[in-house]
């Protein structure tokens, strides 16, 4: 899929930036619900896919049950297994741009470099890294978890061996025989050690804090099954009904009840006596905070990977790296020739937050000051006409995000279809509905075990506040999001030759 045939127009209704599950997901319910909506998708990379074309690390797989997670349009009965692997979820995303004939309106290779509300004329004068355009309405679907971090670690750029972050992974490097060093025990971490353990010489694995890890119930989807999807596709949507509902149930804890949570770190705790033989490693990686707390992780062969000979586990911290060996807190050197960061992404600064610019010239990450919030997730007071998807506090531990996804395109399109008929040129949520609404979220996450739960996460930011955590059931912001409501907003109306 290149660019190289197309030209980017010079002005636009709608612009989206990001061609993963929410670019895709926005631009397919908008020409559903209106076939003849003119708009383009930008994306800064070679090919469409987001999340799930940067990590092809080893063993890079959903762990939300792909029958949730995927589209609700457009299901797939080939799955091959009940969590699908990156690859196959790439693909995925590539089948649905050819199924619904999206590729004619992605600008693969466009960056959006800046974007900035003309207040005179109402519209985005955006520059890209394919030439500047207008557009009415801009749609942010460029990820919370798509810009790696890097930790801060003094002597990193002393390193000579080789470096990489797990979201960029380098193929290229035989990690055959190798003495590796991976930074970080997060979701990424449990799924691409094991996989790579057998082929390194001696493997440090660096953790700050343990999580709790349960089994992963994985299983291979068979040809019956698919055959049945396929002829009667009801079923499929009945299953991810089920999932739906039973995902659901762990938001009463985590959010409302989480006095039941020991029942479940119960389970989490025989998995680690099961797989873990020795004390030392096994107290290294029992967490001393609530369950949920930190995202829970699903794993078969992670705990048992830390109990191998050839594996240390060091949880005292990293301090410093030199030319040849990373360092930990005791002063003890790990002499290594491979370092694998698994240190996560930057949710809370993201990079986009830097280059949209509203109508008092501030940027989106001025206005935020390190702390992101907005209206519904999607609307920020003095960016007009913008619309943010997995936008603050959509984030989710326990369900699918392309859930959320679709419910914030619900609400993208209810906007452009009022827009349209009641003919609004801009429409600006009012601080006092923001401000409302945060207070919600904020009071709503008190309790909750993102915020209460005992540990450090990359939930909250350097304030302890948490912009990333939705609160409470899915079903609810769903609700929340399927109209539009334009009394929260300062409306614009539109002169009479506007094109809307
Ligand atoms: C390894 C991993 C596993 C995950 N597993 C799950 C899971 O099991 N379940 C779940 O619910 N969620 C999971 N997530 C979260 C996942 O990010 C979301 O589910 C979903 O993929 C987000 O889609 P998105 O389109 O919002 O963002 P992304 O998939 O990150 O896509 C954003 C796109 O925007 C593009 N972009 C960014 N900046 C610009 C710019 N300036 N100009 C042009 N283009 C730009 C990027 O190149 C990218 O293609 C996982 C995340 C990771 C990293």
């Known amino acids: 899929m ?4 197309k030209v980017l127009p010079e002005s636009v209704r709608v612009l989206v930036v990001g061609a993963g599950f929410a670019g895709i997901g926005a631009v397919s319910r908008i020409l559903d619900d209106d076939p003849n909506a003119d708009v383009v998708v930008i994306e800064r990379a070679d090919d469409v896919g987001g999340t799930w074309r ?3 690390y080893p063993g890079c797989a959903c762990d939300v049950p792909t029958s949730l997670y995927s589209f609700s349009f457009a299901p797939s009965p080939d799955w ?3 969590f699908a692997r990156q690859p196959e979820i790439h693909r995925y995303l590539r089948g649905v741009v ?3 004939g999206l590729q004619g309106r992605i600008f693969t290779g466009c960056e959006l470099i ?8 109402s519209r985005w004068a955006v520059e890209t890294s394919l030439g500047s355009l207008t557009a009415h309405v801009l749609v942010a679907a460029t990820g919370a978890l798509s810009t790696p971090k890097l930790p801060n670690v003094p002597g990193i750029e002393k390193f000579a061996g080789t470096m990489f972050h797990s979201a960029t992974w380098n193929h290229d490097h035989d990690l055959t025989d190798q003495r590796v060093a991976v930074i970080g025990t997060g979701a990424s971490a449990v799924q691409f050690v094991p996989e790579i353990v057998d082929r390194t010489a001696r493997l440090t694995v660096f953790q700050r804090t343990p999580a709790w890890v349960v089994p992963r119930l994985d299983r291979t989807l068979g040809k019956l099954e698919k055959a049945m999807y396929r002829r009667f596709p009801s079923t499929q949507k009945a299953v991810r009904g089920f999932i739906y509902g039973y995902r659901e149930a762990y938001v009463s804890a985590l959010a409302h009840h989480p006095g039941v949570l020991p029942l479940v770190s119960n389970v989490a705790k025989l998995h680690l006596r099961r797989q873990v033989k020795n004390p030392v490693t096994r107290a290294a990686l029992t967490p001393d905070f609530m369950l949920g707390c930190k995202r829970m992780l699903l794993s078969n062969d992670w705990l048992k990977t830390l109990d191998r000979d050839d594996v240390d586990l060091v949880d005292s911290g990293l301090t410093e790296i030199t030319e040849n060996a990373v360092v930990d807190a005791h002063g003890n050197s790990y002499p290594v020739d491979t370092i694998i960061f698994a240190t996560g992404f930057t949710p809370t600064e993201p990079p986009v937050s830097h280059a949209i610019q509203g109508s008092d010239g501030r940027t989106l990450a001025e206005r935020w000051g390190g702390s992101p919030n907005a209206y519904r997730g999607t ?8 619309f943010l998807m997995y936008g603050p506090n959509t984030n ?3 369900s699918s995000i392309v859930y959320m996804l679709e419910s914030q395109a619900n609400y993208l399109v209810s906007a452009l279809r009022q827009m349209r008929e009641q003919r609004i040129e ?5 601080e006092h509905a923001q401000q409302q609404y945060n207070s919600w979220i904020h009071d709503s996450l008190s309790g909750t075990v993102w915020n209460a739960g005992g540990c450090s996460s990359w939930y909250l930011d350097s304030e302890g506040r948490n912009p990333v955590m939705w609160p409470t059931y899915t079903f609810t912001f769903r609700n929340s999001t399927r109209t539009f409501e334009t009394s929260d907003y300062a409306l614009t109306p539109a002169g009479k030759s506007a094109q809307l």
Not at 379 to 386: A, D, I
Request: aromatic share 6%; hydrophobic share 30%; net charge negative.
């Open 2 to 5: 290149t660019h190289s045939q």
């Open 54 to 56: 940067d990590n092809t």
């Open 80 to 82: 091959t297994h009940t």
């Open 98 to 100: 050819d199924a619904l």
């Open 114 to 121: 800046s974007a900035k509300w003309d207040s005179a004329n």
């Open 379 to 386: 609307t920020v007071h003095g960016f007009p006409n913008l």
């Open 396 to 398: 989710l531990g326990h």
């Open 426 to 430: 801009a429409v600006d949520v009012s």
